[in-house]
């Protein structure tokens, strides 16, 4: 199966999520131009972090008018899988296949470090692999990861099941400290109604091998792979 | 038109005037004169320090690259390339913090990708005022946001770094920034022009008035006026530079260019000159075609402007429209704006017409050298002296060893740089082996088995008790934090921050400093490949410390083998190599338990200290060492402290002998314990290897023994047959996580 990973300019995790599709996983990946209308095939789209346009203007919210994101609306349309991390979730916010929006981190500062993360929903091609509630180490890199929503969304989001990662302590609690952003509710992690599109902060991709430091975001890959072959969720490009 | 008033305002001297005139055959027009002021600036011609740094080593079978280029080459194997500075941005980052430290970033990012090479690591080094002062927290959080602002977005991960506080740094902060970049070695690029009509190239961001002079800001003294000069500072664009790095890069796979460089310090002028000296050529510019980000610039502005995210190309005959695609796909427009000429004159028109014609020698070769007048400094006699018999009581709140430990370790000179390093993208491009904190900053280079690690490290405090000594331990400090992590040391660069050169005493901790660096180098084989020199570091009289800061690159040939600070687990041998003497003079005890600065630096015994890491290296490549922590600040207590943080509480039991220095019984406790004698590292090894490493030392010449074992949840030392420090690891860990924190307590996650 094929990822398709999507760079916008100012992506700079696209070699990272092509690493460890294609060299860590084994699977096929090939970069999509965001000047491109063709996904070329691809089974899974990946939106990389990075800063896009330089998140000038709204993390994101330039990103979304690339040509190549009216394909991918398609494609998410037709039931296909999508992954947006970090600055891809923003990105995902901005075109409105995901609800809510990122503010700038409560302690205003950048923060990169590992957190921890609970899987609360398996029912998606992204989380088919794992465990409800498996906890999961994995870095995050991010200035505006700090999840705002209007609290009747919110409660949707969680009435629907859509919250799919929430920041928790190494024993899985959702605590305060734990919650490296001030994100609502700990919420890492969304996807959207029809549960193909998944968007978190954390970045999978950087917790691949266990010489980086954790090698739990390989469930994350391998849920995708897994999905794809089991045909559950089908839409090819 | 060019009185008095006019060269003082370009920072040249009359006799520097008469000169121009000399090589001109006729007085220059203030085009020309701005041309001169940049390129014979001290930033930009080395004048006062080009006499000494001729006499570093820059050879050896590993250096594909010394200086004189954008950056330095090693040869690493398989066929690749590791290209690194490091350079200053000290003038800038004080005046406007964010933007200087930021910009600073950019341009030794565009000197590594100049040399077609994909940066892949950063490191800093830095050096602030006391963070009691509320304008020090102000500097050091615009610093750290500006690397990280910078850093972050462009997706180059900082590995790791170095952060100093004394108060000599409060009126002059020093933001020091190194890269590292991969490339095959067939592939390295160089910045020269070649071949008469070939086209130049303009890329990249337009040009506006920011930054003009500001090479030359850099060759002054600061004053109360200072801040008026915040105009001369550049502001930086990381998305711009994001686009140029990645269409650089493509351009230079096309083998279409002949060369490249990035348009720094003087801007056009720099990058014109330099290219056609290389090549003995000349270049002709028009500077209506230069892209213009503001109406009415004059050709001086044009010329002399800092904007940032600027490259300048010579692109082989036929080869023009393939290099404007590319630009073109990454939405980047290459505007050709001149050619080569066969003349050697930098010849610049406007709309055709001479402004300025300059032959390029005189701006480069020809630029004055100074042998700068230099006598030993009368401050050094009395600083050096130290009486430990007349030391007299410690610090009240110090009662014992184990206050005085946590209080070193709560000093933010040791304390956890961690408040500092997560503002940074430590991550991206998961190469990342060994993360800031851990020692050394070592990335894998994917593809092979190798990874590669890299440290910057100077001691001012030392330099200022004895530059040359002071330098010699900066070279050996950061080649062993390299060695300690498994790592050959290859090769160094090195970033001299002094002073006013025109100040004899100033011009001694120079020529100091560059004669104890190149000894040292030579002795380590790691030979200085290029680097950056920084003067006129002093606001209203008074000079920094003078420190050099040196970094150096190493090779691991097994990624896997690499080596951090932690101890692994409970039951391990702890082994000391190296001796310590109970030396106290100009330590970090001495400034937080006396409040002195004072006495001679540690001694150094080159040949020891070589030995030492060949060992290391020997060790971590049989896979006999699971932790590896060298002794530098705080002695050993305090190293040892190091080793049981972040291990989730692993504690030691450790028993050292007792040093005789002074009559004071606590006194040569506290020098057993806090005496920061150089070449030594603590290894932890599983008990049944102790007795193999001690072997391997003992053939290796370097004194070795085991002083204890890991375990518990306590840090015990005693040392001469009585407990001094008796410390759970949890408490000492927490003053020392929160040692910088604390500082900025209101900003929580």
Known sequence: ?237 | MIDPKVLERHGLKPDEYDRIVAFMGRDPNLTELGIFSVMWSEHCSYKSSRVHLKTLPTGGPQVLQGPGENAGAVDIGEGLAAVFKIESHNHPSFIEPYQGAATGVGGIIRDIFTMGARPIALLNSLRFGSLEEPATRRILEGVVAGIAGYGNSIGIPTVGGEIAFEPSYAGNPLVNVFCLGIAKATDIIKGVAEGAGNAVYYVGAKTGRDGIHGATMASAEFDDKSAEKRPAVQVGDPFMEKLLLEACLEVMKTDTLIGIQDMGAAGLTCSTTEMGSRGGAGVEIDVALVPQRETGMTPYEIMLSESQERMLLVVKPGREAEVERIFEKWDLHASRIGKVTTDGLLRVKENGMVVAEIPNRALTDEAPVYERPMSKPEYLAEVQKLDLDALGARDARLRDDNAALLALLGSPAIGSKRWVYRQYDHMVRTNTVNMPGMGAGVVRIKDTDRALAMSVDGNGRYCYLDPRRGAMLAVAEAARNVACAGAKPLAATNCLNFGNPERPGIMWQFGQAVDGIGEACRALDTPITGGNVSLYNETDGQSIYPTPVIGVVGLLEHADRVVSRCFRSAGDAIVLLGEGRGELGGSEYLKVAHGLVQGGPPSLDLKAERALQDLLVELASARLMRSAHDCSDGGLAVTLAECTFDTGGIGADVAIDDVKVAGSADTNRAAALFGESASRVVVSVVPDAAAGVLKRAKAAGVPARVIGQTGGHDLRIAVGGHVAVAVAVSDAERVWSSAVEHYFAKQVA
């Open chain 1, 1 to 237: 199966m094929k990822f398709g990973i999507v760079v916008f300019p100012g992506s700079n995790c696209d070699h990272d999520a092509y690493h460890a599709t294609k060299h860590v996983l084994g699977q096929d990946a090939e970069f999509l131009w965001h000047k491109d209308t063709d996904l070329k095939g691809a089974d899974v789209l990946m939106l990389p972090g990075g800063f896009s346009y330089g998140d000038y203007l709204r993390t994101g919210a330039i990103a979304r008018f690339s040509p190549i994101m009216r394909e991918v609306q398609s494609f998410a349309a037709k039931g296909g899988p999508v992954l947006g991390i970090c600055n891809g979730f923003q990105i995902l916010l901005e075109a409105g296949l995901i609800p809510g929006a990122m503010l700038r981190n409560r302690g205003v500062k950048f923060v990169c470090q590992q957190v921890h993360l609970r899987v609360e929903q398996t029912d998606t091609p992204f989380t088919c692999a794992a465990r409800k509630g498996q906890v999961l180490k994995m870095p995050i890199a991010h200035g505006e990861g700090n999840y705002f929503a209007e609290p009747a969304v919110i409660a949707k989001l969680e009435a629907n099941r859509q919250v799919i990662f929430r920041y928790v302590t190494a024993a899985g609690e959702v605590t305060d400290e734990a919650n490296p952003n001030g994100s609502l509710a700990g919420i890492a992690g969304l996807c959207n109604e029809a549960r193909n599109v998944v968007g978190l902060m954390p970045h999978p991709e950087r917790a691949c091998e266990s010489a980086l430091g954790s090698a739990d975001g390989l469930v994350i890959l391998e849920s995708a792979v897994q999905s794809i072959k089991s045909g559950v969720l089908v839409a090819r490009a």
